[in-house]
Nanobody, 121 residues
Framework: QVPLVESGGGSVQAGGSLNLSCTKS????????MAWFRQPQGGEREGVAT???????TYADSVKGRFIISKDNTKNSLYLHMTSLKPEDTAAYYC???????????????WGQGTQVTVSS
């Protein structure tokens, strides 16, 4: 099964912005509960943001007011707009999809391969 494919990671200085994208061919995104997770090197995976099929969103406290999750059903794409980035945001970022609401539980059925975000001070 072709996994989700993330893009848009990179290196940025603190205070900067990055936009991540996630897509999958042959995938009807509007039917799925989608999420972004991140995992710092040597650390645990944590939930960042979720978006339901109806567009409802949730955010981890650490990113509220700085990150925005969105999607474009016509393009089968999920996005994460990250602003005011901090060094502690440095991590591999993963998108995930589930046919059922999972919140920040990591039991999503489909994952991407990850894209690295590095924030320097």
């Amino acid at each position: 099964q072709v996994p989700l494919v993330e893009s848009g990671g990179g290196s940025v200085q603190a205070g900067g912005s990055l936009n991540l994208s996630c897509t999958k061919s042959g995938f009807t995104l509007r039917q799925y509960f989608m999420a972004w997770f991140r995992q710092p090197q040597g650390g645990e995976r944590e939930g960042v943001a979720t978006i339901d099929p109806d567009g409802a969103t949730t955010y981890a406290d650490s990113v509220k007011g700085r990150f925005i999750i969105s999607k474009d059903n016509t393009k089968n794409s999920l996005y994460l707009h990250m602003t005011s980035l901090k060094p502690e945001d440095t991590a591999a970022y993963y998108c995930a999809a589930s046919q059922y609401r999972r919140g920040f539980q990591s039991t999503y059925a489909t994952w991407g391969q990850g894209t690295q975000v590095t924030v320097s001070s």
